[in-house]
């Protein structure tokens, strides 16, 4: 029987505020500091992905905690309004909706985030009746949700009882501890880490080093490398992409569509090559606008960029 959902996605929820300029750097001392722009956005891996996601045209669905609050409520909307289903979101009076604020200055950003509501979800929130309307399980933002983490294990495990795939991300640790993700890992079909999130995870010297590492745990791995676009693993199976040449409004969620692209390929049985360059091109073209949503390809776009790039897809 189809299930209504190609992706559920158990995340955290919250908005972005987007201060934008060249030389933005606060000063401490009462100094005010002017930003030539602000935006509040969708905000949070999670929901960008499942934006992300559902703009190429998968089904996707997404669970999470928010406060019953202005941002809370501008996050559901945002998110209804981009296609993804948000009836299993739990709104928690008790809860405040968190928010990330971000300095933006084109290539690079800082990031100060109010954590609220982002780490409240867990693992048995997450029913064996909803897991079994889905076909891929998604997690983002491991090392935020604090209360998933110790049950994230088994929860994949469940997934896989019953019959999804799983993928993971988990973000930068603020905590720079690091190795609570290794526990997840195992249960996991395909592993989202950035470059310097590999690196930091194995403890290794090199990428190399870091992908041999994680395909020792993991069966599929696909690493997010920047502008110097992507890298994958599968086994002895190996592929790389360069990213497109795009211009940079800022990169705020690159990473999650880059996730969106990939799981697109993989849930329609693309091989790995293909599945790394539909990643690249989600990420890359994702840069364009302001906020992680705002210039999210479809799915016919991200394939003629491909096109004209001389990467076509098959």
């Known amino acids: 029987m189809p299930r209504p959902y190609d992706v559920l996605?158990?995340?955290?929820?919250?908005?972005?505020?987007?201060?934008?300029?060249?030389?933005?750097?606060?000063?401490?001392?009462?100094?005010?500091?002017?930003?030539e722009q602000a935006d509040l956005t969708i905000g949070s891996s999670s929901a960008i992905f499942a934006c992300g996601a559902a703009r190429l045209g998968l089904k996707v669905a997404l669970i999470g905690v928010t406060g019953a609050d202005l941002f809370g409520r501008f996050m559901l909307e945002a998110l209804m309004e981009r296609g993804v289903?948000?009836?299993?979101?739990?709104?928690?009076?008790?809860?405040?909706?968190?928010?990330?604020v971000i300095l933006?200055?084109?290539?690079?950003?800082?990031?100060?985030?109010?954590?609220?509501?982002?780490?409240?979800?867990?693992?048995?929130?997450?029913g064996d009746e909803l897991l079994a309307m889905a076909r891929h399980l998604h997690v983002g933002s491991y090392f935020?949700?604090?209360?998933?983490?110790?049950?994230?294990p088994g929860l994949f495990r469940r997934a896989r009882a019953l019959g999804l795939s799983s993928s993971l991300d988990t973000n930068w640790d603020p905590d720079g501890e690091w190795a609570r993700a290794a526990e997840a890992?195992?249960?996991?079909?395909?592993?989202?880490?950035?470059?310097?999130?590999a690196l930091r995870i194995t403890g290794s010297a090199s990428l190399e080093e870091a992908l041999d590492r994680l395909s020792d745990e993991v069966p599929l791995v696909a690493a997010k490398l920047g502008a110097a676009g992507g890298q994958a693993r599968a086994g002895e199976?190996?592929?790389?992409?360069?990213?497109l040449p795009v211009q940079v409004a800022d990169t705020v969620g690159a990473g999650d569509s880059f996730?969106?692209?990939?799981?697109?390929?993989?849930?329609?049985?693309?091989?790995?090559?293909?599945?790394?360059?539909?990643?690249?091109?989600?990420?890359?073209l994702s840069t364009r606008g302001s906020g992680g949503t705002s210039a999210q390809p479809t799915l016919e776009e991200a394939l003629n960029t491909l096109k004209q790039a001389g990467m076509q897809i098959g």
């Open 144 to 152: 935020m949700q604090t209360a998933l983490q110790p049950g994230l």
């Open 104 to 126: 933006n200055r084109g290539a690079d950003r800082a990031i100060l985030t109010h954590i609220g509501a982002m780490g409240a979800l867990r693992a048995d929130q997450v």
């Open 9 to 35: 996605v158990a995340g955290e929820i919250n908005p972005d505020l987007i201060l934008a300029g060249p030389d933005l750097e606060p000063r401490f001392g009462q100094q005010e500091v002017l930003a």
């Open 259 to 284: 996730d969106a692209g990939f799981l697109y390929g993989y849930l329609n049985g693309w091989g790995l090559s293909d599945c790394l360059r539909l990643a690249v091109a989600c990420g890359s």
């Open 185 to 197: 890992l195992p249960e996991t079909t395909i592993f989202f880490p950035n470059e310097n999130e």
């Open 85 to 100: 289903d948000v009836e299993h979101v739990i709104v928690d009076p008790g809860q405040q909706t968190g928010l990330t």
């Open 237 to 243: 199976k190996a592929a790389r992409a360069p990213a």
